[in-house]
C-alpha cells in the first residue's frame, strides 16, 4: 500500500457552494459565514439576551462583562457582536435582538455548564444551518449533482450514507483541499483560492462537529500517509453507533501478515465502517482478552512522544494506540 499520495495527473474540481448572491437571493442574508467556535458563549450571550429589558449591543456586552464567568471579563463588543450574528443566522434571535419563541434555550444560570438539552439544540442547529449542511453533503459527495440537493438532506443521510474526507493545506495556511479517498485518488477537490473565509469556516464545521460528538478527526501522520511525502494529511468522518464485527475476519480479509500495526488496523475499520476511535480501541482490548487467536505487543509513551513537546503533538501521537494495563499497544497478532 502506497502511503505517498501523488497529486500528479490528478482531476481538479471545486468544491461546491452557494455564492453570496445566491444566498442573498434565497435566504435573504449577507454575511452567513458564523466564525464561532465556542457553544457555551453561544447560549450565555442568547440567555443575556432573553433577559435584559434593554436589548442593545452594549447593554449585552456590559451584562456578559458583570457575569460571574470570569472569562468574560475582557469581551468587547465586536465579539460580542460576532456571536449575536451568529444567533440571527441561527433563527435563535431577531434583529430587533429579542429572543424567537420556542427555539432556543431555557431560561438557566449563564455559569452553569452546557446540559444535555443544551446541545440537542446546537445538534439541530448544526443539521440545519444551510452552511454547515452544504459541508456536510461533501461527506456524501462533494459533487454539483449532490449539493444542489443539500437541503433535502437529514441527519441520518449523513450518519448512514457518508464517507470519510482528507484533508490538507496546499499552497495555503488554510485547509483548502479534500479527497474522497487516499487510495490510488483520482480527483482532488478544492476551495476557490479567493473563499478564504470558507477555508476558515471548515474548522468552524469541525470544532463543533466534534465537540457535540457527531464527527471524528485525527491527523494520519500515525499511519505513515503524507501528501507528496511533505505535507499532513487528516481524516475526518460522520461517526456510526458502534456494531460487533468478525475482527478475525476483518484482519485476514484486509491484511497479508499476521503482525499487524494496530494504528493501521484502526483506519482501516473507519474507511470501512466509520466507528469512533474510542469505539474501536476498546473492541479491539475486548477482543485480545476472550479470543485465543489474538495477542499483542507493548510499546512505551515515551517511544511514542518521542520529539514531541506539545500536549496536541503528543495527543496526536498516542491517538491510535489503545491501552491495556497502563500500557500502550503497538500491534496485534494473529496466532495461526
Not at 476557490?192 to 464545521?205: A, G, P, Q
Request: hydrophobic content about 35%.
Amino acid at each position: 500500500m502506497n502511503k505517498n499520495i501523488l497529486l500528479e495527473n490528478i482531476e481538479l474540481r471545486k468544491v461546491p457552494i452557494l455564492s453570496d448572491e445566491v444566498v442573498k437571493s434565497r435566504y435573504d442574508k449577507g454575511w452567513s459565514y458564523s466564525n464561532v467556535y465556542s457553544l457555551k458563549p453561544l447560549r450565555d450571550i442568547y440567555l443575556i439576551s432573553s433577559y435584559s429589558e434593554r436589548k442593545s449591543l452594549g447593554s449585552i456586552t456590559q451584562n456578559l462583562r458583570t457575569s460571574a464567568e470570569k472569562c468574560y471579563n475582557d469581551w468587547n463588543e465586536r465579539k460580542v457582536l460576532e456571536y449575536i450574528n451568529a444567533l440571527k443566522n441561527f433563527k435563535l434571535i431577531g434583529n430587533d435582538l429579542k429572543i424567537i419563541p420556542k427555539t432556543g434555550f431555557e431560561k438557566k444560570e449563564i455559569t452553569s455548564l452546557l446540559t444535555t438539552e443544551d446541545l440537542e439544540i446546537f445538534k439541530n442547529i448544526f443539521f440545519s444551518y444551510f452552511r454547515f449542511k452544504e459541508i456536510s453533503s461533501w461527506f456524501i459527495k462533494p459533487i454539483p449533482e449532490i449539493h444542489k440537493n443539500f437541503e433535502e438532506f437529514q441527519s441520518i443521510d449523513y450518519i448512514v450514507g457518508s464517507s470519510p474526507l482528507y484533508y490538507f493545506s496546499l499552497n495555503n495556511r488554510f485547509t483548502n483541499s479534500f479527497l474522497t479517498t487516499i487510495d490510488n485518488p483520482k480527483v482532488l477537490y478544492q476551495i476557490d483560492e479567493s473563499m478564504s473565509h470558507l477555508m476558515r469556516f471548515w474548522d468552524v464545521y469541525l470544532k463543533w462537529g466534534t465537540t457535540l460528538n457527531l464527527l471524528e478527526k485525527f491527523n494520519l501522520q500515525s499511519v505513515g500517509y503524507k501528501v507528496g511525502s511533505v505535507k499532513e494529511i487528516s481524516i475526518a468522518y460522520f461517526i456510526k453507533p458502534f456494531e460487533r464485527f468478525d475482527l478475525i475476519n476483518f484482519i485476514e480479509s484486509n491484511f497479508k501478515g499476521r503482525h499487524i500495526r494496530i494504528p493501521d488496523l484502526i483506519l482501516e475499520i473507519i474507511k470501512k465502517y466509520r466507528f469512533s476511535v474510542e469505539a474501536i480501541k476498546d473492541y479491539l482490548i475486548s477482543e485480545i482478552k476472550v479470543q485465543d487467536r489474538l495477542t499483542y505487543e507493548r510499546t512505551s509513551e515515551i517511544f511514542l512522544i518521542k520529539g514531541k513537546t506539545t500536549s496536541k503533538n503528543q495527543k496526536d501521537a498516542t491517538y491510535l494506540y489503545p491501552t491495556l494495563q497502563d500500557n500502550y499497544l503497538s500491534h496485534i497478532i494473529l496466532r495461526k
